[in-house]
């Protein structure tokens, strides 16, 4: 099929997920939206994916969806019937479902780029290949761009923050070298337990000025717990917006994360990210770019459960201390 995607009017992204897996698809997203400058772009995503792409500056109208399990309720009928009364000239699907590619067929647009899964998918205009677990998450979603026709880099340029947030950053967390540390995740299956919490904190006190704990409202009682351990922690959960939380990780010169939004945030605006792994996903895949990933291999792996069904959560609990101490030093001196 020959589409001028320069002449669309109107282009529909489909991405129903969360913060992370939101700033995952936002440099498709941005290409996208340079290809067809003079189109009006939508946006299918949840709040906090909403969130994090309307702080990076993404020209686009959104509507937002309840989760990835959006078709079980009302929006399964709502959603398409909106979509198609828009009339959109592109739909492009950045979320591998096979509901997600089968629901993209009933959005109305007269163009569809999607994710193929087995026979699903396959009929369409623009079909992309699976994601592969070997690599990134991003340069998965940018494969789906590059299926529409155009040529698709993979480099990212940082995202750049405004001064005016980057001043408020540094009052947030004065004078001094700033570490961001994030040891909660949406998934229990992805949070540190409390003591390994702990003994990662006390690395990074040991090797920081001051140290950023970061985090959702969802996560003040346990950053409350971590955040008396030291006058010189920073307890910033559930105090800052997606734009405010940007500009704070665009100002401290490493962040300590687990599986989560903020490893993802952090590499969008160049900072450099410790990950620290459990044992749901491939890291290859969902670790951020570039980052320094530690792990505990354990045979269950990959799960990926929303809580982790051994005793003692060996694959967080036996983290390797010492490795992410060296992580942290090597990432500090680059």
């Given at each position: 099929?020959?589409?001028?995607?320069?002449?669309?009017?109107r282009?529909?992204?489909?991405?129903?997920?969360?913060?992370?897996?939101?700033?995952?698809?936002?440099?498709?997203?941005?290409?996208?939206?340079?290809?067809?400058?003079?189109?009006?772009?939508?946006?299918?995503?949840?709040?906090?994916?909403?969130?994090?792409?309307?702080?990076?500056?993404?020209?686009?109208?959104?509507?937002?969806?309840?989760?990835?399990?959006?078709?079980?309720?009302?929006?399964?009928?709502?959603?398409?019937t909106w979509?198609?009364?828009?009339?959109?000239?592109?739909?492009?699907?950045l979320?591998?479902?096979?509901?997600?590619?089968?629901?993209?067929?009933?959005?109305?647009?007269?163009?569809?780029?999607?994710y193929?899964?087995?026979n699903?998918?396959?009929s369409?205009?623009?079909?992309?290949?699976?994601?592969?677990?070997?690599?990134?998450?991003?340069?998965?979603?940018?494969?789906?761009?590059?299926?529409?026709?155009?040529?698709?880099?993979?480099?990212?340029?940082?995202w750049?923050?405004?001064?005016?947030?980057?001043?408020?950053?540094?009052?947030?967390?004065?004078?001094?070298?700033?570490?961001?540390?994030?040891?909660?995740a949406?998934?229990?299956?992805?949070?540190?337990?409390?003591?390994t919490?702990?003994?990662?904190?006390?690395?990074?006190?040991?090797?920081?000025?001051?140290?950023?704990?970061?985090?959702?409202?969802?996560?003040?009682?346990?950053?409350?717990?971590l955040?008396?351990?030291?006058?010189?922690?920073?307890?910033?959960?559930?105090?800052?917006?997606?734009?405010?939380?940007?500009?704070?990780?665009?100002?401290?010169?490493?962040?300590?994360?687990?599986?989560?939004?903020?490893?993802?945030a952090?590499?969008?605006?160049?900072?450099p990210?410790?990950?620290?792994?459990?044992?749901?996903?491939?890291?290859?895949?969902?670790?951020?770019?570039?980052?320094?990933?530690?792990?505990?291999?354990?045979?269950?792996?990959?799960?990926?459960?929303?809580?982790?069904?051994?005793?003692?959560?060996?694959?967080?609990?036996?983290?390797?201390?010492?490795?992410?101490g060296?992580?942290?030093?090597?990432?500090?001196?680059?």
């Amino acid at each position: 099929m020959t589409f001028a995607i320069e002449k669309a009017r109107r282009i529909l992204v489909h991405k129903p997920d969360r913060g992370g897996d939101a700033l995952c698809a936002a440099p498709a997203i941005a290409r996208l939206a340079g290809a067809a400058p003079e189109a009006e772009l939508w946006i299918a995503t949840t709040r906090s994916g909403a969130a994090f792409l309307r702080a990076l500056n993404i020209t686009a109208r959104f509507r937002e969806l309840s989760g990835p399990a959006w078709w079980k309720g009302v929006e399964a009928f709502t959603y398409p019937t909106w979509a198609r009364s828009m009339r959109f000239d592109l739909a492009v699907n950045l979320r591998y479902d096979f509901r997600d590619i089968a629901a993209t067929r009933l959005l109305g647009a007269r163009a569809v780029a999607t994710y193929t899964h087995k026979n699903w998918g396959r009929s369409a205009q623009f079909p992309a290949p699976s994601p592969r677990e070997d690599r990134s998450e991003i340069e998965n979603h940018l494969e789906v761009a590059a299926a529409i026709g155009f040529p698709v880099g993979h480099d990212v340029a940082p995202w750049a923050a405004p001064e005016s947030a980057l001043h408020e950053a540094r009052e947030k967390l004065g004078a001094g070298r700033a570490t961001a540390f994030h040891p909660f995740a949406g998934t229990p299956a992805k949070t540190l337990p409390d003591e390994t919490a702990r003994r990662v904190l006390e690395i990074l006190l040991d090797t920081s000025d001051r140290v950023a704990l970061i985090g959702g409202p969802e996560s003040q009682a346990a950053a409350a717990r971590l955040a008396e351990t030291d006058g010189r922690v920073v307890n910033l959960v559930g105090r800052t917006s997606a734009a405010e939380l940007l500009a704070v990780l665009a100002v401290c010169r490493l962040l300590v994360s687990t599986d989560s939004a903020p490893g993802h945030a952090a590499r969008a605006v160049g900072t450099p990210v410790v990950s620290l792994m459990s044992g749901t996903n491939e890291p290859a895949r969902w670790a951020p770019r570039g980052a320094r990933v530690v792990r505990h291999a354990v045979a269950c792996a990959p799960c990926h459960a929303e809580r982790c069904r051994v005793a003692g959560h060996p694959c967080l609990a036996d983290l390797p201390v010492d490795a992410v101490g060296a992580a942290v030093a090597e990432a500090m001196i680059r």
